[in-house]
């Protein structure tokens, strides 16, 4: 399984973005697709997941509201479209992609791709 993120950039605060990550291999190692965010000196954590089978989304609380995961099948391609960003937003974002589906930790996830930088502006 590849996945190649993109979409990441430098954005004023309130401002939007929409990430990509396109994914190619094995189906049935990415039926849940996720992404995470890693900021300097921070843990990696959990952003948004996806199920590329029923497309059921699961997000984390803090970016309910803002962040909002979605699939198109047809382009191997989940987006993350982000809304209102903050500055505390700026981090390096990451597609995964697991066997499993829903899942919230990075442990759970057996691929990923290079990361995009999204950086907030204040």
């Known amino acids: 399984v590849q996945l190649q993120a993109s979409g990441g950039g430098l954005v004023q605060a309130g401002g939007s973005l929409r990430l990509s990550c396109a994914a190619s291999g094995r189906t049935f190692s990415r039926a849940g697709m996720g992404w995470f965010r890693q900021a300097p000196g921070k843990e990696r954590e959990f952003v948004a997941a996806i199920s590329m089978i029923t497309g059921n989304t699961y997000s984390a609380d803090s970016e309910k509201g803002r962040f909002t995961i979605s699939r198109d099948n047809a382009k191997n391609t989940v987006y993350l479209q982000m809304n209102n960003l903050k500055p505390e937003d700026t981090a390096v974002y990451y597609c995964?992609?697991?066997?499993?589906?829903?899942?919230?930790?990075?442990?759970?996830?057996?691929?990923w791709g290079q990361g995009t930088q999204v950086t907030v502006s204040s």
């Open positions: 995964a992609a697991s066997v499993r589906v829903g899942v919230k930790e990075s442990s759970s996830y057996n691929y």
